[in-house]
């Protein structure tokens, strides 16, 4: 049974920052893949970042250079630092753990994932 809480959204003005949390219970994330998903009004759910058990970390396209995942194992806690925002931002923000532990490849797809957050609303404006 793992609990995933994000927390850091609110409102911001475009070409500003936001750090987002996903604080983890239940169990250990250091074997997993942990990922960021977004989900705007009326679209799907997107793969926004994801860093694995190793490191490894890869980015969508339309987030690279602006955003960075991290992960700290110590305090169960994974990380999206988000720069330079932009109005196509907006959206609620969700954290994901994988299904496998140490899992090789750099999982995308939702899939991939098995224990997913309840999501926190992102909010950039124009």
């Known amino acids: 049974q793992v609990l995933l809480v994000e927390s850091g959204g609110g409102l911001v003005q475009a070409g500003g920052s936001l750090r987002l949390s996903c604080g983890a219970s239940?169990?250990?994330?250091?074997?997993?893949?942990m990922a960021w998903f977004r989900q705007a009004p009326g679209k799907e759910r997107d793969f926004v970042a994801t860093i694995t058990w190793s490191g490894t970390k890869d980015y969508a396209d339309f987030v690279k250079g602006r955003f960075t995942i991290s992960r700290d194992n110590a305090k169960n806690t994974v990380y999206l630092q988000m720069n330079s925002l932009k109005f196509e931002d907006t959206a609620i923000y969700y954290c994901?753990?994988?299904?496998?532990?140490?899992?090789?490849?750099?999982?995308?797809?939702?899939?991939?994932?098995?224990?997913w957050g309840q999501g926190t609303q992102v909010t950039v404006s124009s």
């Open positions: 994901a753990q994988s299904a496998t532990q140490f899992s090789t490849g750099v999982p995308r797809t939702e899939a991939s994932y098995r224990y």
């Open positions: 239940g169990r250990a994330i250091t074997p997993y893949a």
